[in-house]
């Protein structure tokens, strides 16, 4: 990693907020086996060789990079597999000029703060229409499809597919299926900020919103299920959740 000294026009002090607030985004994996090339022009996002659930986790921490950016004012311009621009770099970030915080990302940037996306048991109380096409939107503006589950068939198939894969004791929660709309390493980038997004896009609607782990074994059949043209890429419960205690300082627990 080079000097923090000057990154995209920010000094050492703020680059180290920017890639401290960036790391902690979670993947499906314990460990971290991606990292941060700072230059004077970009950002550049490494891993090791990995396969689609570690480019999942890196688009994560990519959305987390981008949101950290803007809290700097700065418009982020993201070049998704850049190649010899980059030689093995999943991603670059470069300062695209100055842009002012619109409430959506001031209200993504708060929920960061303070934002609860974890196991919490859930509510027996319906998620509003309203915060569903919330979330549906936010999957839309990383390129993105959630496909929120409501066909009782085709939530008794999923369900059904997701409780082999991951029991719950959760008695009704909203199902949704974040998919890509391509099989490739550059779509599963696009879904892992999607999935950032839309988690943020949840906490800051007071819902619990949960990644459930262990559906690798059946996107296959999720695929089929769901008309064989989107991909999927994780699989969410969302529901009002039951208050979980903050932490000193006002932040909550996240994951994803």
């Known amino acids: 990693m080079t000097s923090a000294t000057g990154v995209l026009g920010l000094d050492e002090a703020e ?4 890639v401290a607030t960036a790391a902690p985004a979670p993947g499906a994996r314990g460990t971290r086996s991606w ?3 700072l230059d004077e022009d970009r950002i550049e996002l490494h891993a090791d060789a990995g396969d689609r659930e570690l480019r999942l986790a890196c688009g994560t921490a990519l959305f987390n990079l981008r949101l950290a950016l803007r809290g700097h004012g700065i418009r982020p311009l993201v070049t998704l597999l850049p190649g010899a621009d980059a030689p093995g770099a999943l991603a670059t970030v470069r300062r695209g000029g100055r842009r ?9 940037i708060g929920a960061t703060a303070g934002a609860v996306a974890d196991r919490a048991p859930l509510l027996d ?4 229409a309203a915060h569903r096409h919330a979330m549906v ?3 839309e503006r990383e390129r993105s499809w959630l496909h929120v589950v409501t066909d009782p068939r085709e939530r008794a198939l999923v369900r059904r597919l997701v409780a082999e894969a991951h029991p719950t004791p959760d008695h009704n929660p909203l199902i949704a299926v974040l998919c890509s709309f391509h099989d490739e390493p550059r779509a599963e980038l696009q879904a892992g900020q999607a999935l950032r997004r839309v988690l943020l896009t949840a906490a800051g609607l007071d819902l619990s919103a949960t990644v459930l782990p262990g559906v690798a074994g ?3 059949e999720l695929r089929r299920a769901l008309g064989g043209v989107i991909v999927p890429q994780a699989v969410l419960r969302v529901g009002p959740g039951s208050p979980v205690p903050r932490r000193a300082g006002g ?3 996240t994951r994803w």
């Open 137 to 139: 939107r936010a999957a």
């Open 218 to 220: 059946v996107r296959e």
């Open 15 to 18: 680059v180290a907020e920017v």
């Open 100 to 108: 002012e915080l619109d409430d959506e990302t001031r209200a993504l």
């Open 125 to 128: 109380t319906p998620v509003p």
């Open 35 to 37: 990292w941060f090339r």
């Open 251 to 253: 932040a909550g627990p």
